[in-house]
């Protein structure tokens, strides 16, 4: 439907409610030969006749009733849509989908997002806990608008904006705390049972890496799923396990875990932010992006 036809539309909607090209006129604040061309117009364009003229104004025809039945209706839509739009605008409705691993969304989004919620709390929040892959394959399916990875990490589908630096480390439980008295190696870190996140995590992949680096094989004890649960078995004594410091900032105050630290040093990684390339950044979710920044 084009604009012209819009219009025609307008005109004719609005002339069956009152019954008077003149009235009609008035109200619209156009000139009556402008309704009575608009309403001509419509009826060559769709082929039958709209309105009966009477003596004191025009009546519907059969084919008009029919007509403005969907007329109403399709104006009813568009009213209803723009205000939609401005209740998003208004941030007063809307989702916000967003995908990241628990402790980045424990540790990292939490904060903005109880913000977020107390300034608009009929925005719906989504969360989505998964590893850069799932991240990944969310976004691009358009499952989600945010979600937040580990970098490096290049993607041609995705637009990534680095968002804050995070620093890893090694910690053990009281029973190994002494070793945290000195620095330790990397070949002797590898003689200690080693808990890591799963193989094929960004954070597994990476400090894998440090030790190639160091021209170490690394021998993993234990692999999980979780940073939780490599928080748990370290401070039950299972091993060094390697996590964000920040992440475990409670844990090394109260002593239930100690930091090892490493004669070669760790190199500090960043977190982004990653969005679709072929999509628009819908208003709620850059208004978060715009909480993110100010907290960070």
Known sequence: MSMMNMEWYRIFLHTARVGNLTRAAQELHITQPSVSYAIKQLEEALGVKLFDRLSKGVALTSEGRTLLDYVE????LLDNGEKQIASLRNYASGELRIGASGPIIKHLLLTPLDELRSQHPNVRIRLFQGNTADIRTR?????????????????PELQIKPLTAIQGCFVVGPAYKELARQPITP??????PLLFLSRGSHTRQFIERWFAEQGIAVEVDMELNSSEMLVELARHGYGAAYVTRSFVQQELRDEALFELTTTAPIPERFIGVATRSSASLSLIADHYMGLLSATF
């Open 73 to 76: 209706k399709s104006f009813t």
């Open 187 to 192: 070949a002797d870190l590898n003689k200690l």
């Open 139 to 155: 976004l691009v399916e358009g499952q989600i608008d945010l979600g937040f990875v580990h970098l490096p990490y290049v993607d």
